[in-house]
């Protein structure tokens, strides 16, 4: 399997336990060498991945902003339940219900239970601070966690008819009082082992099940 010529997308693969396993990463900004974070490339690459691999199953990986308010703390690892966008402002209706983009994840309760993970709704906006229309939206969305990829990788998926699992781990509280991105970068390293641990658990849970075993 090759990604077309000239994106960064890199594919790690191999075989674990009973799995055919592919890892996708989108890659570094080619003109700006930082991720290619946000919703526009992880669309593009789970489109891509789709296409070329015709997965069982996805698992979205990676960090997010919790909110204490809802339960949240540093280095807590969550299962979304349910995601939706914060930033796709449509006042036109009907519109405003596909800006919103609201969808429930692949249902996981035998996982939760079995990892004692905690399950939230996960809202997904391409910026990392909090405007003040963002944060209403995301009162509205009743969500736990925020994201910057999570609902674009779900609709994809969805449209594709891929389950998906969507695995977040919180590098900082959007509702504290530490700045955002500084909270980020100082928790970033000993949450991401975090979420490698609890990825790691899921993969291992996973093997030998269907998706109705979950």
Known sequence: MEFPKGVPWVRYHGIYKDLKVNIIWPGKDLALGVDSVGTVSSSLVTYASIQALQPDLIINAGT??????????????????????????????????YGIGAR???????LLKALNLKAG??????SLDMSPHDEAAIVVNDATIKDMEGAAVAYVAD????????????????DGDKPTAEEFLQNLVAVSAALDN??????????GKCIQEL
């Open 121 to 126: 709704k996960l809202s997904t906006g391409d």
């Open 198 to 207: 609890a990825v790691t658990q899921v993969v291992d849970f996973i093997s």
């Open 64 to 97: 997010s902003g919790g909110f204490k308010a809802k339960g949240a703390c540093i280095g807590d690892v969550y299962i979304a339940s349910d995601v939706a966008f914060h930033d796709r402002r449509i006042p036109i209706p009907i519109f405003d219900v």
């Open 104 to 110: 429930q994840t692949c249902s996981t309760p035998n």
């Open 159 to 174: 449209i594709l008819s891929v389950p998906a699992i969507f695995i977040k781990a919180v590098t900082d509280i959007v």
